[in-house]
Structures are given as C-alpha cells and as structure tokens.
C-alpha cells in the first residue's frame, strides 16, 4: 500500500543495450562456444578464432585469427572468467571513450596479441585475456589529470606484475604473456588519452 499522492517510477524502467561493442562482443563469443559444441561444427573455435603457433602467409584465414582468437574460447570457465571482467568494465571505458574508440583499442590489442603470439611463442592463443587486461590497465586512468600518475595505476600495475610473474613461473596453459602485452597496451593507451585530453 502506497501513501496518498505518492508515485510508482518503476512500471517504466526499460532494458538498454547500453555499451554495444561490450554486448556484442559478449554475445558473439558465447555463439561460438555454443555452436563449437554442437556436433557439426566441432573444432570451429580452433579453424577460425584461434592464432596457431605458425603462420601460413598464404592463408587468409589465418590473418583473420590474428584478430578474431579474441573471440574463441576454450570452455566455458575459460569464457565466463574473462566476461565477467569484460562486462564489468566495458561499458565504463565504452562510456568514456566511445564505442568507436573502445572498438578500435579490443582491434589493436587483438592484433598485437596475436602478432606477438606468432613471432615469439611455439604455442596457440585464443580467448580474450588480453583485452581483459587491457581494460583493467586502461579503468585506472579514468580520472586521470594531465600531469599525474593515478596511484591505483601504480598498484594495479605492481599487483599485476607479481601475479603473471609468479604464473608464468607455473606449467599451465595460460598465456601470461598475453596478459602482460595487452596490460601494456592498456597502459600506453591510457597514458595516450590523458595526453590528448590535456592537450586540448
């Protein structure tokens, strides 16, 4: 029961699609897996949307990996860790830098992963840790002012380290160096941001 001239706001309440390259990103990586796990197309993930350790220069497709192993993903653990960062901080960076904007730091972070994966290591990489790093280092310039460092990027940064360094000391599957070159590229990208904003 409500008290006499009192309103309800709620009844009007719509769902957004509010951070569309997050969303969509979000969506496309979960299709994958679903249709990776139906019986006619089993082995999607690893023909398109992931990076092998060698490179075929007359493969088109496998420039195409190089960019769209972002989107592959090996199980749904490996899938839901990495969205639960990615839907957690994308619509942030999406809202503060642009859909465009954002689009185009997931391609180049995309690009460089893969590149770097092909030219130094002997082994395959697919999923979206890198972008994930990406936007954990690129978050804690939000508020950054022109002249300063954020401490929370000095903390970030020092947690990060110690925590791939002590995994890339442990035989697993993981790609930390994926995660170290995308929390690179995070941190020049932040560090350009803040330049280009003081500079206007």
């Known amino acids: 029961m409500t008290a006499p001239g009192s309103r309800i706001y709620c009844e009007h309440m719509k769902i957004r699609y509010n951070a569309p390259i997050t969303l969509t990103f979000a969506l ?23 990076v092998g350790p060698t490179m075929d220069p007359r493969n088109v497709i496998d420039y195409l990996r190089l960019v769209t192993h972002v989107i592959g993903h090996d199980n749904w653990s490996h899938l839901m860790g990495n969205f639960a960062f990615i839907l957690l901080l994308g619509p942030i960076l999406e ?8 689009l185009i730091m997931m391609g180049i972070t995309a ?3 893969g590149l770097l994966n092909v030219l130094f290591l002997p082994t395959g990489l697919l999923g979206a840790s890198g972008i994930v790093f990406m936007m954990i280092l690129l978050v804690s310039f939000t508020n950054i002012r022109q002249g ?6 000095i903390l970030v940064v020092i947690l990060f380290l110690t925590r ?4 890339s000391l442990q035989q697993d599957s993981v790609s930390q160096f994926a995660h170290i070159s995308g929390g690179v590229i995070g941190s020049l990208f932040g560090f350009m941001q803040s330049h280009r904003r003081g500079a206007r």
């Open 28 to 50: 496309l990586a979960t299709l994958v897996m679903i249709l990776n796990q139906t019986p006619p197309l089993r082995g999607l993930t690893f023909r398109f949307f992931a």
């Open 95 to 102: 809202e503060k830098y642009g859909s465009t904007g954002i």
């Open 111 to 113: 690009l460089v992963t």
């Open 148 to 153: 300063e460092i954020p401490l929370t990027f």
């Open 164 to 167: 791939e360094v002590a995994n």
